[in-house]
């Protein structure tokens, strides 16, 4: 029986004709921690860590800089850049991985604290590719009609899952939040989503929870379940695939390399960032992010950190064409292109 059948027509709702980032904001948090502050502990040194990741310096979050503070003040830039008010927002959505409390999500008291209007708020889980999940959400939620204005919010407190004597991982993650205000918009300002996933066991393990929680308290001294990284697969992956993926959303977007002003990969490694644009044959005036250098890889916080940082120092001026692309745990991945607001 078809749904219109029984004469009973359901009312949909209509949404914007386009959505855009109406405004950017980011949370650092204050203490900096130089690499000579992690070498001891792998032994690792400066010159090592900058030659084979970029990373010269990284923030880590102290006791009062969490998950939901740090959403919050990035959150309260964002909206202040737009000049929208926190009770026009609708719906917030939170990509993180760090958030250590099973539930509830950290989206409903963002939004709480934030002063929103009971907006709808959840969590969303795609490691470092979350924030390009929830920017892809965000756009259709728009355009559907289910929101007006949703808040992304990419947020991470990496040092507390990283183990400091971890040699494959201890210099590569870091803490932080970015955030951006998703609207209606007059042009087209956010181009079609190109996300996936390969959760073949093998690389499934690839980036992961060193045990799940279920073993952790059987254990005779039950310790933080770590991240753990096959660093060298992932780094063919994200060096190679990733590049295919982001040709095919400036496709998608019907926009070719020539016409790219801005390239903000994951913040994952300056050399996978240097294979990409390499094998995409990216000309030299698209400038290229390179927050890694002083933030680390911040997961999910990494793109909208690394957005923010590029308009904040000139790199990203308002009306520029910038390819977002994420990847990460999974495997998971999405990337769009956008409009600087
Ligand atoms: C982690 C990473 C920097 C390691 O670099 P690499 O070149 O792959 O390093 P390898 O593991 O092959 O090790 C090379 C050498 O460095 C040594 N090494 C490994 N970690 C080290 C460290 N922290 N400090 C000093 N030396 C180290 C190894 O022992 C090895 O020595 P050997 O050649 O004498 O055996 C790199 O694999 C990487 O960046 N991967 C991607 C990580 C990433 O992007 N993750 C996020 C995805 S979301």
């Known amino acids: 029986m078809s749904a219109g059948s029984t004469g009973r027509t359901l009312q949909t709702d209509q949404g914007a004709s386009y959505a855009g980032i109406l405004g950017i904001g980011a949370y650092r948090p204050a203490r900096v921690v130089p690499n000579s502050e992690i070498v001891d502990a792998i032994d690792s040194s400066d010159e090592w860590i900058q030659q084979r990741s970029g990373i010269k310096t990284r923030r880590f979050a102290d006791d009062s800089e969490t998950i939901v503070a740090m959403s919050v003040a990035a959150s309260r830039d964002a909206l202040a850049a737009a000049g929208v008010d926190p009770r026009q927002v609708e719906c917030v959505i939170v990509a993180t991985v760090s958030h250590l409390m099973q539930t509830p999500s950290a989206a409903t008291a963002v939004a709480h604290e934030l002063g929103t209007d009971g907006a709808a708020a959840f969590d969303v889980s795609a490691a470092c590719a979350g924030f390009c999940h929830g920017i892809g959400l965000a756009s259709d939620l728009v355009r559907g009609g289910s929101a007006r204005y949703v808040l992304v919010i990419g947020v991470e407190r990496l040092s507390d899952i990283t183990s400091r004597t971890d040699r494959g991982t201890a210099f590569i993650f870091a803490d932080g939040a970015g955030a951006a205000l998703i609207g209606p918009s007059d042009t087209p300002a956010i181009g079609p989503v190109v996300w996936g996933s390969d959760g073949e066991q093998k690389q499934y393990d690839l980036i992961r929870s060193r045990q799940d929680w279920r073993d952790v308290l059987v254990a005779d001294e039950p310790v933080m379940p770590h991240l753990t990284m096959q660093g060298n697969e992932v ?107």
């Open 235 to 341: 780094f063919r992956w994200a060096s190679f695939a990733m590049a295919k993926v982001a040709l095919q959303t400036l496709d998608r977007s019907g926009i070719t390399v020539d016409e790219l002003d801005c390239f903000v990969p994951h913040q994952a490694n300056n050399r996978i960032t240097d294979a990409m644009a390499r094998s995409m044959k990216l000309p030299a005036h698209v400038k290229i992010a390179r927050d890694i250098v002083d933030s680390g890889n911040t997961s999910a916080a990494s793109v909208p950190l690394a957005l923010e940082r590029m308009m904040r120092d000139g790199d990203a001026k308002s009306g520029d064409v910038a390819l977002l692309i994420a990847f990460g745990a999974g495997l998971s991945y999405a990337a769009q292109v956008v409009t600087i607001p």
